[in-house]
């Protein structure tokens, strides 16, 4: 259908207003998040698991918890800079 063929290509355009760097911080945390939960979800799937200890193990890295002692391994083990 026509309609479908048309939102499918609108939601996969970029949004030709879009400013990044007029973004608040914590829309670009949030943003930050899918792409790292991604990552770690693409790792995860293989070996196949079952679905809710896959989901544990996401869960489980991606949590702020999880990322502030993955940053701190960051800070304490490379030379960071801006």
């Not at 608040?24 to 693409?42: C, H, K, N, P």
């Not at 544990?56 to 800079?81: I, P, Y």
Request: hydrophobic share 45%.
């Amino acid at each position: 259908n026509n309609d479908d063929l048309s939102l499918f290509t609108e939601l996969m355009s970029p949004i030709s207003s879009a400013q990044p760097d007029q973004m608040s911080a914590s829309s670009l945390a949030y943003l930050g998040d899918v792409v790292f939960e991604l990552f770690i979800r693409s790792r995860y799937v293989w070996p196949q698991r079952r679905m809710p200890v896959l989901q544990n193990t996401v869960v489980g890295l991606v949590n702020a918890e999880a990322q502030s002692k993955l940053l701190q391994k960051f800070v304490d083990n490379f030379t960071l800079t801006s």
